[in-house]
């Protein structure tokens, strides 16, 4: 029940920013909402790695950049010069392939954001498994400097690669078309539109990992974080769970990188950044780590202000700042500072007095 | 990173003869080792000793912090850059040497403060949490370098001669400057393990690594152990900071290539095996030198990170010591 209530209030709360910013006639604002929205999809998927299953990951900004990237390269890099390949006959002949004209005017040919999506999530999906098997077994330091590793591996081949751009990224990436009518792109003509798909993304990711952490396997993770080896002696699949668990969140990690990168129109090395994989730490840390609502709220928050500029120049600062006084001084996070638990007993208390 | 590539390009300049294909090749051209001279091969092998030694120092940096207090310092290689930064904007006030030695100074006096306002107060951190806290200092220190000293390359200046100053070895050309830097870590490494052998300080860290609480009981300060653990490999890291400067320069952001790199030797030489790291360290640093020679240039920091995660997976205890895997330490 309180859960609805929860989702329920999410809903209220999305369509009246809405109506707010319209009102105001400040519609600009669901823009860096919208972007908002994307990461802290991915962060969610990282506070139940992180929180839930008690796994730390700094290479979640590469599984967002392999999403990206890789949807935003086969939807924009021309493959008319290898028209008679196999491989891209095959994926013609599937109709995945759309024909056009570049901006100077030349033939073009490109996979259709559909396909790309799919394979751009399928590939994340694959790469965290197979980093998930070894890596999953390491604990603490290693675990973190592995992970680490990893994003750093996927951030130099970014910057290393021509087809994925260099330092210059890829830009001119088409809409992506979910439904006739309704495509994620930028403009300011498809803003609500986006802001609404954005939402209802996070609204069912959401719903999805909540009903996962209330369930057998949620229960099976607070036990791996309380003590791997107590879970496995009472018989959970530790291993099967953990790898699991780090795949889900990839794949929310690389669904957010296709939809911010269509939305975006382009997609940089910096979205690959070990500062990116800290940042969304730091804000799963802020929100509580075992405590999906505060990493929404503090994510949407944190990256509104960081991607409206407020933070200036001090923006990877500003991060650096939250992630060691939340440590230091509130590791549950700043929702549980104790503020929300003295707010309930005086509710309580009040309701015993009438 | 684009500045270390430019440094190796510029070490490999030196020893060039007449400028005709560069030693260093992309795919397509010029990549068997059979066409390596020996010349060519000497020269790989002097960076990769350079660069090795330098690595060695991080990873012992790691190794004293961890094992006085289990914990791995995230911030280790900003402190080499902050040893390098120190001493570039000293040298307009004083001379080289004296510039150098009150840039380790500061560092050290750096590496205590962080200890002391960040971890020496917390009662019983989870490991989580100290390898968040670190982190977060690591990118405040680096954001506090972007601002004092900005986004620009910065060096300290050859310590003998200049740039183009080579002497010859079989063939090969060798900077000056790396001699300074192999033999500045030799002796930091003989310093270190006098230290610890023999000077009661060095004995009482000793005592703490083993065992804290029998260190307690034995009336040694543990905290005051930690804190000079933090004094003593932020001192370190400045002097191997200074002493590569000339030749990788340094920038408000060398440092995470170089803690993940020193990492990478901590852990295949063993975490907490100092003589491990050393003999890790030159291997990383040649395997690296003479893989510019089949990889491209911009990967070179990949196959590092590779090396990592294969040891990680495959040998996490380490290559020299048979001691207890990561995955059974209870951190």
């Known amino acids: ?19 707010l910013c319209r009102w105001t006639g400040s519609l600009f604002y669901l823009t860096p909402i919208t972007m908002s929205a994307y990461y802290s999809l991915l962060i969610i998927g990282l506070c139940v790695v992180m929180g839930y299953a008690g796994q730390i990951s700094l290479g979640h900004a590469g599984f967002f950049a392999i999403g990206g990237y890789l949807s935003a390269a086969l939807t924009t890099r021309n493959l008319a010069g290898f028209q008679d390949a196999l491989p891209v006959r095959l994926l013609d002949a599937a109709g995945l392939l759309v024909a056009g004209k570049n901006v100077y005017g030349a033939a073009q040919l ?24 070894p890596v999953l077994k390491l604990k603490g330091h290693y675990l973190a400097m592995a992970t680490l590793g990893f994003g750093i591996i996927v951030s130099k081949i970014a910057m290393a690669v021509p087809y994925f751009g260099e330092a210059d990224g890829i830009s001119e990436v088409p809409p992506f078309r979910l439904l006739p009518g309704l495509s994620v792109a930028g403009g300011s003509a498809h803003r609500v539109a986006n802001y609404y798909i954005a939402w209802t993304l996070v609204l069912v990711g959401v719903l999805l990992l909540q009903n996962l952490i209330h369930s057998r396997v949620g229960r099976a993770l607070r036990a791996i974080h309380g003590s791997e080896r107590a879970a496995d002696s009472i018989g959970v699949d530790t291993a099967r769970y953990k790898l699991n668990i780090f795949v889900l969140s990839a794949v929310f990690a ?64 500003v991060f650096g700042a939250i992630l060691v006084l939340i440590m230091l001084f509130s590791p549950d996070g700043i929702l549980r500072m104790g503020i929300v638990d003295r707010l309930r007993r005086i509710v309580t208390r009040r309701r015993g007095g009438d | ?35 390596m001279t020996l010349e060519l091969f000497i020269q790989y092998l002097f960076a990769g000793i350079t660069y090795g030694s330098i690595y060695a120092i991080v990873a012992i940096g790691f190794n004293i912090i961890y094992n006085t207090t289990g914990i791995i310092n995230f911030a280790q290689g900003e402190f080499v850059m902050l040893g390098g930064m120190i001493s570039i904007s000293l040298l307009s006030f004083m001379p080289l040497p004296l510039a150098i030695i009150l ?21 019983e951190p989870s490991v989580l949490r100290l390898v968040i806290i670190t982190i977060g200092i690591s990118m405040l220190i680096r954001e506090a370098a972007l601002y004092l000293w900005g986004e620009g390359v910065r060096s300290l200046p050859y310590f003998t001669g200049n740039a183009i100053t080579a002497m010859s070895v079989l063939g090969a050309r060798i900077s000056p400057q790396v001699l300074w830097v192999v033999c500045t870590c030799g002796l930091m490494v003989l310093a270190l393990t006098f230290f610890f052998r023999v000077t009661p300080a060095g004995r009482e860290m000793r005592a703490c690594a083993a065992n804290r609480k029998a260190a307690i009981l034995c009336g040694i300060n543990t905290r005051n152990m930690v804190t000079l653990s933090f004094m003593l490999s932020a001192g370190i890291g400045a002097l191997a900071g200074c002493m590569m400067s000339p030749i990788t320069y340094t920038q408000y952001d060398t440092g995470t290539g170089l803690a993940i790199k020193g990492f ?14 050393v003999a890790a360290g030159l291997l990383l640093g040649i395997i690296e030198a003479f893989s510019v020679s089949v990889v491209p240039l911009a990967f070179q920091d990949v196959i590092a990170i590779a090396i990592l995660l294969i040891i990680l997976f495959v040998r996490p205890n380490g290559l020299f010591s048979p001691g207890e895997a990561a995955g059974s330490r209870t951190f």
Request: charged share 10%; net charge positive.
């Open chain 1, 110 to 133: 490109v996979v259709t954001p559909w396909a790309a999506c799919v394979a751009a999530v399928l590939a994340a999906a694959l790469i965290a498994l197979l980093i998930g098997i």
């Open chain 2, 103 to 123: 840039a380790v100074a500061v560092t050290m006096a750096i590496g205590a403060l962080i200890e002391i306002v960040f971890i020496r107060w917390l009662k």
């Open chain 2, 264 to 277: 990478t030797v901590a852990i295949l030489g063993g975490l907490g095996n100092s003589g491990g790291a």
């Open chain 1, 254 to 317: 690389a669904i957010a990188g296709v939809f911010l990168t269509h939305y975006n129109g382009a997609i940089g090395p910096s979205e690959a950044g070990v500062m990116k994989s800290v940042r969304y730490v730091a804000i799963v840390a802020v929100g509580g780590m075992a405590h999906i609502w505060g990493a929404l709220i503090m994510g949407t928050i944190l990256n509104f202000l960081s991607l409206r500029g407020v933070f200036g120049t001090y923006d990877d600062a």
């Open chain 2, 1 to 35: 990173m684009g500045r270390r590539d430019l440094a190796f390009g510029f070490f490999f300049c030196n020893g060039r003869k007449g400028g005709t294909s560069p030693p260093f090749s992309i795919f397509g051209y010029d990549t068997s080792f059979s066409s």
């Open chain 1, 1 to 19: 029940m309180k859960r609805t209530l929860s989702l329920f209030l999410l809903m209220t709360a999305v369509v009246a920013v809405h109506l």
